[in-house]
């Protein structure tokens, strides 16, 4: 049960597009399509983002992609925009039956 | 509206107990794996166990097997995270999450409720 693997930070300018990368295993990213994408402001609930590794919810912006190929997953952010300014984690289905995060990624907007 | 309300949580010695509650309201609770997943200060997000809707199936992180107990009543609305034996690293705001009925994503989520775990 070890964490998805994440950059512990990124950034980028408003504007610009960033990718923030969700390396597992086949035993969870790359055995399913079952990864999912929150973010998290400071002293909130993660919110869903991204789920079933391309899908966004209703009400989230079309800025927010996902994709996945083998054992890594991405989320990309295009046009940034101040509050995307948050931490973002995966999570993945594992043939254990068990849920796991990744350990999360810091977005800063510069 | 799909709401989650987590209560229980608060400052308990290393190895004593604290029961979780977490009310449900807005959906057919019955119909929904629900989860625990808690965040230690400054730290990610860790998924601790899920429970099945008929409460027949569990599952854990294996940092809190034998420690931790989910369960659910459906009559209530409400899902529990007994917790017993408790260490200073089970120190987390711990949230209580609703699965995706047709996948394994969490689209509703509470507000967290604090326990610390001190002497």
């Known amino acids: 049960q070890s964490a998805l693997t994440q950059p512990a930070s990124v950034s980028g300018s408003p504007g610009q597009s960033i990718t923030i990368s969700c390396t597992g295993t086949s035993s969870d990213v790359g055995g399913y399509n079952y990864v999912s994408w929150y973010q998290q402001h400071p002293g909130k609930a993660p919110k869903l983002m991204i789920y079933d590794v391309s899908n966004r919810p209703s009400g989230v912006s079309n800025r927010f992609s996902g994709s996945k190929s083998g054992n890594t997953a991405s989320l990309t952010i295009s046009g940034l925009q101040a509050e995307d300014e948050a931490d973002y984690y995966c999570s993945s289905y594992t043939s254990s039956s068990t849920q796991v995060f990744g350990g999360g990624t810091k977005l800063t907007v510069l | 509206e799909v709401q989650l309300v987590e209560s229980g949580g608060g400052l308990v010695q290393p190895g004593g107990s604290l029961r979780l509650s977490c009310a449900a309201s807005?959906?057919?609770?019955?119909?929904?794996?629900m989860s625990w997943v808690r965040q230690a200060p400054g730290k990610g997000l860790e998924w601790v166990a899920n429970i099945k809707q008929d409460g027949s199936e569990k599952y854990y992180v294996d940092s809190v097997k034998g420690r931790f107990t989910i369960s659910r009543d459906n009559a209530k609305n409400s899902l529990y995270l007994q917790m017993n034996s408790l260490r200073a690293e089970d120190t987390a705001v711990y949230y209580c999450a609703r699965r995706s009925s047709t996948s394994c994503y969490y689209g509703s989520w509470g507000q967290g409720t604090l326990v610390t775990v001190s002497s």
């Open positions: 807005g959906f057919t609770f019955s119909s929904y794996w």
